[in-house]
C-alpha cells in the first residue's frame, strides 16, 4: 500500500486528526464471493449480458431453449456495458465513474470515481483500469473521493483495480493539440489511449508524430525517464504475446510502429524491443498512402498492411508486409499479389492462415458501393516451419466487409454488416474433413462453405470464448429496425431467434485461460470421440425431458382451460336463471319484417354462373 | 387459402364486420362509404352514402334488418340493410370511434371521442325495430345511458352477456367493466403496458370472455366476468385489432407499424401479417401475408369457416379457410378428442 504526500495534507492537516486515539473499529471478516465461479457450470455452458431498453441482464446460454436469466436490473448502466478480458467482472458506466460486478451474484466489487466517464480499458489481466472523460476532472477541495489535486484537470486516469486507487491521470492529447481548423471533420477520440504490453509490464501512449512514451507498471514511471523520440509515428501496436526471438535471450517485449514518407526519406516500419528501447528491425516503404499494423495472436507474425498509390497518386493498391519476428532475423515475405485495395484482414487466432477482404474502387457517384472479394490465405506446407504464404482462394462479386475467426480458429464468418442492402454471412471451414482440390494439395487448409445464413440488419457478430456459437445482433445503437439476436452454432445452423425491441448490446462472458496442459489437452482432443459419446447421450436425455415437459404443460393448460370454459357455462345458466331471462336471451330479437326463424339449414351453397362471350361475329346475308 | 381481394375503398380501412349468418361482411374506411359485400364471393352488394367525415366504426343488428355506423363527423347513423336508406342521425359532439349492438339488439352502444373540451364518453340508444314494413319511426332521440370516462378515454367498448356489462378498452391500457343498466364502474384492471392505448376488443360467441389489441404488441384474453387476464399472446409489432375463431381454438391479430411510423419503418415483409395463435397454448402457429400496409381490422366469420382483413392498403382481404386448417390439431387435443 502506497501513501502519497499529499496524503499528509488529506488527513493529517489541523483540524483533521482528532485530539484522542479511538482505536479501527475492525470489520468482521466477511467471506466474498467466488469472482470465477461461473465456470464451475456442470455443463460448462457459457454466460452472456444483453443490454436492451433500460435493462442489462446475464443469462446461461441455453442453446435452442430460452436462456437461462442469473441476474436482470432495469437502469444497472447509463451508457454501456463491458466484460473485464478474463471474464471476472462486468463494468457498467454511470455519470459518477464506473462501476464493476462481480461474483454469482453480481455484487459491486469495486469503484473508480471518474466522473462523466466515457471509455473504458481493461489492461489484459485485469489488474489495471484506463478510463476517459471528454471533461477535465474538478477535483473539489474537502472531497471524499479518492481523487486527489493530482487528478485535477485530467482526462484520463490509469487505475489499480486491486486497490481501487488511481495510480496516475493524465491530459489526452487530442484535446490539448487544439481545436482543429475549420471545416475539417472533427478528431476521434484515440482510444484505446493507452496501450498495454501483454504481460502488462509496459503501457504506452502515442503522441501522433513524435513519440511514444512507455511507462512501467505498477509505478507508473516513464521508462528512462523520457519519451522515445520517432519523427512522424502514426500509430504502433504492442505484440499481443511474449515473444521469445530466435537468438534473443533476454527478456523483452514487442512493439510494432510505422512513420510516413516525410520529405525524401521513406516511410518505414520499425519493431522495438523493450524496456532496451532498440530498434530491432526495420524495413523501408515507399508510395505509402496507409499503414495498418495487424499482430497474430501468439506474435508469430505481424503483417502490415500497406495501401499504396501509384506515382500518379490515382490508382490505390495493397501490399501485405508479413514480418516472420520468430525466425532468424525477421525476415518479411511480401503479399504483392493483391491488384486491388485492402479494406479488411484478420489472422487465424493461433494460427498461421488469414482472411483479407478487397476493393476495386468506388465509381463516382455511384450510389451502392462496389462489390467486394473475400481471399484466403494459407503457408505452404514445407518442413518443420510453415512456408510461404499462398492464396487458398478468392470468392468475387461479394459484399462482405468484416471477419471474425472463431477464437479457437479453423472457422471463420466473413458477413455483412452495417449495410442497408445485404446482411450475408457465410461460415467457412479451413480444414474440412473431405477431398481436397488438386491445386491446393501443398496448402495447409482446405476450405469449405458451411452455410450462408442471413440476418436482417445485422450490426455485431460475436463468436463464444469457446468457439462453439456465434451471435448475430441487430443493435438499436445503431438503426431501429428489427433489433435482435439470433443465435446459430459455429457450423451456422440457426438454433434460436430472439427479436427484442430496443436490443443493444451482446456480450458473452470471456473465459479465462486453460489451466490444462498442453499434454492435457492432447489427451482431450484425442478421446474427444468418447467424450462426445457421452454428451450426446446427455443431450438426448434433456431433450426427451424437455419434451414431456412441454407435452405435460400443454396437458395441464387445455384441461385448465375446458375446466374454465365449464364453469363459466355453469355461471352464465345460473345468472339468466336469477335474472329470469330465457337461455336463448343472447339471441338476436325478431324483428318484424326479419325471416322467420328457419332450422339450421346447414352450409349454404353459392353457385356463380359466368357468362363469357368468347366471340362474336356479325354475317351478313344477302 | 386464396383470398378474395375487395377492392372497393379509396381510402385506409378502419373496421369490418360479418353478419351473425356470415353471408354478409360490411366495411368502413376513411373514405366516408360503407360497402356491404357477398362473404362467399366477394361481389359488391351495395353501399350506404352520407357521412360527411371518415367512418372509425360499423356494426349489424344481429337480426341483419339495422346497420349502425360512427363516423368523424360527429354522427351516428343508422341504415335499413336491405333498402340502404339511413333510418337516423344522432349528432354528438366529438367524433364516434365505436358503435356496437347488445346481443339481443335492442341496444346500440356508442363510443365518443374526448375533444375540444369534451370528455370521452359511452353512450347507449334504445334501438326500435319499426313496424316490419321498413318503417323504422320513431328512434330515442336521446341516449338511454352515459357513461363519462374521467380517467382516461375510452377507445373500444362492447357488450358482456345478457348484455349485463359494458366492457371498455383505454387509451392508458387499461379494461373496465361496467354495469350496463347504471352505467357504474365495476372493475378496472391495467390489463397492457400503462399509457399504450387498446385498440380492439372482440368477444367470444358466448360472450363470457375477450380479446384486446394493444399497441404494447400483445393481445391478451380475459375473462368478463371479472376481467381476470387468461391467456396473453406476445408479438413484435404493435397490434390494431384481434379476434376469437369459433370452431377451432385460434385467435387472430392484426398490426404493424403504425402508418405515422411507416417512413421510419424498413418496406421489408414481415409485421403487414395477420398471425394466427392457439387460443389455449398462447403459441404463434401461422402467418398469413397479402396486405402492404398495417392491418387495421380483422374479423371472423361466425361459424368460423373463413376470415377477413381490412389493410391501411385500402384493401379487404376474405379468406376462406382449407381443409388444412380444420385438420390442425396439436396432439394433447387428438387425444382430448379421442377420449
Redesign the interface.
Known amino acids: 500500500m502506497v501513501n502519497k504526500l499529499m496524503d499528509i495534507e488529506r488527513y493529517g492537516r489541523e483540524g483533521r486528526v482528532e485530539e484522542e486515539y479511538k482505536p479501527p473499529t475492525v470489520e468482521a471478516f466477511k467471506e466474498k464471493e467466488h469472482l470465477r465461479s461461473w465456470m464451475g457450470d456442470v455443463h460448462a455452458r457459457d454466460q452472456f449480458a444483453l443490454y436492451r431498453g433500460d435493462k442489462v441482464g446475464v443469462f446461461w446460454n441455453n442453446k435452442s431453449n430460452p436462456p437461462e436469466n442469473v441476474v436482470d436490473r432495469a437502469h444497472w448502466t447509463q451508457l454501456f456495458v463491458q466484460w473485464s478480458p478474463k471474464g471476472t467482472f462486468l463494468a457498467s458506466v454511470h455519470p459518477q465513474g464506473v462501476q464493476l460486478w462481480g461474483g454469482a451474484s453480481f455484487s459491486k466489487q469495486r469503484q473508480f470515481p471518474h466522473p462523466f466517464v466515457q471509455l473504458v480499458e481493461f489492461s489484459p489481466n485485469e489488474n489495471y483500469l484506463t478510463t476517459w472523460s471528454a471533461r477535465p476532472i474538478q477535483v473539489e477541495e474537502g472531497s471524499q473521493s479518492s481523487l486527489s489535486y493530482e487528478e485535477d484537470g485530467k482526462n484520463i486516469i490509469v487505475w489499480d483495480i486491486t486497490t481501487g486507487k488511481p495510480l496516475r491521470s493524465f491530459v489526452s492529447y487530442d484535446l490539448t493539440a487544439g481545436a482543429s481548423a475549420e471545416g475539417e471533420p472533427k478528431k476521434k477520440v484515440q482510444w484505446p489511449a493507452f496501450k498495454w504490453s501483454s504481460d502488462e509490464k509496459y503501457v504506452a501512449r502515442m503522441l501522433q508524430g513524435q513519440s511514444i512514451s512507455i511507462y512501467e507498471l505498477p509505478r507508473m514511471n516513464l521508462l528512462g525517464k523520457t519519451s522515445v523520440k520517432i519523427d512522424g509515428v502514426m500509430d504502433f501496436e504492442w505484440s499481443p504475446a511474449t515473444v521469445a526471438r530466435e537468438g534473443v535471450k533476454q527478456y523483452e517485449q514487442l512493439l510494432c510502429f510505422w512513420t510516413p514518407e516525410i520529405g525524401s526519406s521513406p516511410a518505414r516500419v520499425g519493431l522495438m524491443s523493450v524496456p532496451s528501447k532498440e530498434i530491432v528491425r526495420t524495413r523501408n516503404l515507399f508510395n505509402v498512402s496507409d499503414v495498418k499494423l495487424h499482430w497474430q495472436s501468439q506474435g508469430t507474425y505481424v503483417c502490415v498492411k500497406v495501401d499504396r498509390h501509384s506515382k500518379s497518386k490515382k490508382s490505390m493498391a495493397t501490399n501485405l508486409e508479413i514480418f516472420r519476428v520468430k525466425e532468424k532475423g525477421v525476415p518479411v515475405e511480401v503479399v504483392d499479389s493483391l491488384k486491388d485495395t485492402v479494406i479488411n484482414f484478420s489472422w487465424e487466432p493461433n494460427g498461421g492462415r488469414f482472411v483479407v477482404i478487397t476493393t476495386g474502387e468506388a465509381a463516382q457517384g455511384a450510389a451502392v458501393a462496389p462489390k467486394t472479394s473475400v481471399a484466403f490465405f494459407a503457408p505452404e506446407k514445407k518442413g518443420p516451419s510453415a512456408g510461404n504464404f499462398k492464396l487458398v482462394r478468392v470468392v468475387d462479386k461479394k459484399n462482405s466487409n468484416a471477419i471474425y475467426w472463431s477464437p479457437k480458429g479453423r472457422f471463420v464468418v466473413v458477413a455483412t454488416v452495417h449495410s442497408q442492402s445485404s446482411y450475408d454471412i457465410d461460415f467457412w471451414d479451413m480444414d474440412f474433413e473431405g477431398e481436397k482440390a488438386e491445386g491446393e494439395k501443398d496448402l495447409a487448409a482446405n476450405l469449405q462453405l458451411m452455410k450462408t445464413v442471413e440476418h436482417?440488419?445485422v450490426t455485431d457478430v460475436d463468436w463464444d470464448p469457446t468457439g462453439r456459437y456465434v451471435v448475430t445482433s441487430a443493435s438499436s445503437w445503431t438503426h431501429?429496425?428489427?433489433n435482435g439476436w439470433t443465435l446459430h452454432t459455429f457450423a451456422g445452423q440457426t438454433l434460436a431467434e430472439h427479436?427484442t425491441?430496443k436490443f443493444k448490446q451482446f456480450l458473452w462472458r470471456p473465459r479465462p485461460a486453460t489451466l490444462l496442459s498442453k499434454e492435457e489437452q492432447k489427451q482431450v482432443r484425442k478421446n474427444l470421440r468418447e467424450y462426445s459419446k457421452e454428451f450426446d447421450e446427455e443431450d438426448r436425455y434433456a431433450v426427451d425431458i424437455a419434451n414431456t415437459a412441454v407435452?405435460e404443460t400443454?396437458?395441464r393448460?387445455?384441461?385448465e382451460?375446458?375446466a374454465?370454459?365449464r364453469q363459466?357455462?355453469e355461471?352464465?345458466s345460473e345468472?339468466?336463471e336469477v335474472?329470469g331471462?330465457p337461455e336463448d336471451?343472447?339471441?338476436?330479437?325478431?324483428?318484424?319484417?326479419?325471416p322467420p326463424a328457419t332450422e339450421d339449414k346447414g352450409?349454404?351453397v353459392?353457385e356463380?354462373i359466368v357468362e363469357e362471350i368468347v366471340e362474336e361475329h356479325e354475317e351478313i346475308i344477302g | 387459402m386464396r383470398p378474395i381481394l375487395l377492392s372497393g375503398h379509396e381510402r385506409s380501412l378502419n373496421q369490418i364486420k360479418f353478419n351473425?349468418d356470415g353471408?354478409l361482411l360490411f366495411s368502413v374506411a376513411k373514405d366516408k362509404i360503407v360497402c356491404a359485400w357477398?362473404s362467399?364471393?366477394g361481389e359488391r352488394l351495395g353501399t350506404y352514402a352520407g357521412h360527411q367525415g371518415a367512418i372509425w366504426t360499423v356494426d349489424v343488428?344481429?337480426?341483419?334488418?339495422l346497420l349502425a355506423t360512427g363516423s368523424a363527423d360527429n354522427t351516428v347513423r343508422l341504415w335499413n340493410v336491405k333498402t340502404g336508406e339511413c333510418v337516423k342521425v344522432w349528432d354528438f359532439p366529438t367524433a364516434v370511434k365505436r358503435v356496437e349492438f347488445s346481443?339481443?339488439?335492442?341496444k346500440l352502444l356508442a363510443v365518443t371521442e374526448k375533444r375540444m373540451g369534451f370528455l370521452g364518453t359511452i353512450a347507449v340508444l334504445d334501438i326500435n325495430?319499426?313496424?316490419?314494413?321498413?318503417n323504422f319511426e320513431p328512434q330515442a332521440e336521446e341516449p338511454s345511458l352515459r357513461i363519462t370516462c374521467t380517467e382516461s378515454k375510452a377507445t373500444v367498448a362492447g357488450w358482456g352477456?345478457?348484455?349485463?356489462y359494458i366492457i371498455a378498452g383505454h387509451e392508458d391500457g387499461s379494461v373496465s367493466q361496467y354495469d350496463a343498466k347504471t352505467g357504474d364502474q365495476l372493475e378496472n384492471v391495467q390489463a397492457h403496458e400503462f399509457d399504450l392505448q387498446i385498440n380492439d376488443i372482440q368477444f367470444s360467441p358466448?360472450?363470457?370472455?375477450f380479446i384486446t389489441a394493444s399497441k404494447d404488441?400483445t393481445a391478451k384474453l380475459l375473462?368478463t366476468?371479472n376481467l381476470a387476464i387468461?391467456k396473453t399472446y406476445p408479438s413484435?409489432t404493435p397490434l390494431n385489432s384481434a379476434t376469437i375463431t369459433p370452431k377451432k381454438d385460434y385467435v387472430i391479430l392484426g398490426g404493424g407499424q403504425a402508418a405515422m411510423d411507416v417512413t421510419?419503418?424498413?418496406a421489408?415483409q414481415?409485421k403487414f401479417e395477420a398471425r394466427f395463435y392457439h387460443k389455449?397454448?398462447e403459441d404463434e402457429i401461422g402467418r398469413v401475408r397479402g396486405h402492404f400496409g398495417p392491418l387495421n381490422t380483422v374479423a371472423v366469420h361466425p361459424?368460423g369457416?373463413a376470415y377477413a382483413s381490412g389493410g391501411e392498403d385500402g384493401y379487404v382481404r376474405v379468406h376462406h379457410f382449407d381443409k388444412s386448417y380444420f385438420d390442425f390439431m396439436?396432439?394433447?387435443?387428438r387425444?382430448?378428442m379421442r377420449r
Not at chain 1, 587 to 592: C, G, I, L, T, V
Request: glycine share 8%.
Open positions: 436482417y440488419g431501429s429496425m428489427e427479436p425491441d407435452v400443454r396437458k393448460v387445455l384441461s382451460w375446458t374454465w370454459l363459466q357455462k355461471l352464465l345468472d339468466k335474472y331471462l336471451v343472447d339471441e338476436p330479437k325478431m324483428a318484424k319484417d326479419a352450409e349454404a353459392v356463380e | 351473425r353471408d357477398w362467399a364471393n343488428s344481429p337480426n341483419t334488418v346481443p339481443d339488439g335492442t325495430y319499426g313496424d316490419g314494413q321498413g352477456y345478457m348484455g349485463k358466448d360472450r363470457t370472455y404488441k375473462s366476468r387468461l413484435d421510419t419503418t424498413s421489408r414481415g389455449v397454448f361459424a369457416t396439436y396432439e394433447v387435443e387425444e382430448q
